[in-house]
């Protein structure tokens, strides 16, 4: 049985508030949009979710438990409760799936919302004598409906690349690899050379920049490269590519691509081709952990494939292969491995 809430409480007109004055509570109604009115039980009964399960999708978006007495929740959360109460009901019904969801979802917005308030605090902190905290926190309410429209259409132009990549790739597969989401792909390290030691050496600006134009470079080459950037750890990415000869592109394309850039140290890259499971936003499997063995292996300003992508590219007149030692990591004793230059470095 749900209960009907009452008519909405309206926030202010942003034009009369005294922004010098607002405090902490007010500039979060703002930013969410509506102001906080229910309590936990009073969210789960009006939603008609499970009190439980509701609890564990909660903390699968990334928010701590509130108190069952807190007014914490808005009119936008009672709508999302909804929304998961008709996805649970019409096409979620695993609630193993449901709570992944929520972590995939939360896991890539988190990180987003991370950056975003970072950049509005470096736009005050440009402004110092110009801009005040509050003016910042103003900023923020008032650049959101924005951001939020821009979000909504870089989503949308992800899904239907996406869409479409699936499609043309779920012809070349049968039903039982569709069902366990495993795919052919080509997976790449790319590891910048002695962060750590360089690190110490640079200021905090002066790391910024190097973080700022390693995140733009791969970004850049990666996409023009047909490939996908799954995921930035420090100072490593991760992406993906349909055909091995376009994550050995992409590869040659960030080794010189970083030869030019003088705030970013040499790279190290790692190329293997096989099924990989692709879950979440993420990718697991074997090839993945090659991938990672090889870029560890490699030497500054080198690149290593593995079999698969050697026997992918061995007779592509834009790639030079050079078969190297058997290399002897961590957890493969005995990795066949090959280095890869293009065709006119020979």
Do not use: C
Not at 18 to 32: K, T, V
Not at 148 to 169: M, N
Not at 294 to 299: I, N, Q, V
């Amino acid at each position: 049985m749900t209960s009907e809430p009452g008519p909405p409480r309206p926030l202010p007109d942003p034009a009369s508030i005294d922004w010098s004055e607002i405090d902490d509570g007010a500039l979060d109604e703002f930013i969410l949009g509506a102001p906080r009115e229910f309590t936990r039980d009073e969210l789960v009964a009006a939603a008609g979710l499970d009190p439980e399960e509701s609890g564990r999708l909660w903390r699968a978006l990334g928010f701590a438990d509130s108190d069952p007495e807190d007014r914490v929740y808005t009119r936008a959360d009672l709508e999302a409760a909804s929304t998961v109460a008709r996805l649970t009901r019409d096409w979620l019904p695993d609630k193993n799936a449901r709570e992944a969801v929520a972590r995939a979802v939360a896991q890539s917005l988190s990180r987003l919302a991370e950056w975003q308030i970072g950049m509005l605090a470096q736009v005050a902190a440009a402004h110092i004598g110009e801009l005040t905290p509050r003016d910042a926190a103003r900023l923020a309410a008032d650049v959101l409906p924005e951001l939020e429209s821009l979000q909504s259409y870089v989503w949308r132009r992800h899904l239907a690349a996406t869409a479409s990549r699936w499609v043309a790739g779920a012809q070349r597969l049968d039903a039982a690899h569709i069902a366990a989401d495993t795919w052919p792909l080509s997976v790449g390290f790319a590891d910048m050379v002695g962060f750590t030691r360089t690190t110490r050496r640079r200021s905090m600006d002066e790391l910024g920049e190097m973080i700022e134009r390693f995140g733009s470079v791969t970004t850049e080459v990666i996409a023009n490269g047909r490939g996908r950037v799954i995921k930035t750890v420090g100072d490593e990415v991760l992406y993906v590519t349909e055909h091995p000869a376009d994550a050995a592109a992409i590869a040659l394309g960030l080794r010189d691509r970083v030869r030019t850039e003088p705030a970013l140290p040499q790279l190290r890259i790692g190329l293997a081709h096989g099924m990989v499971l692709a879950r979440y936003g993420d990718v697991y499997g074997e090839v993945v952990n090659v991938a990672a063995r090889l870029t560890s292996e490699a030497r500054p300003d080198t690149v290593l494939v593995d079999k698969e992508m050697f026997e992918s590219l061995r007779d592509d007149p834009r790639f030079d292969l050079r078969r190297i030692a058997t290399l002897h990591t961590r957890g493969y004793s005995h990795l066949r491995a090959w280095a890869l230059r293009g065709a006119r470095e020979r």
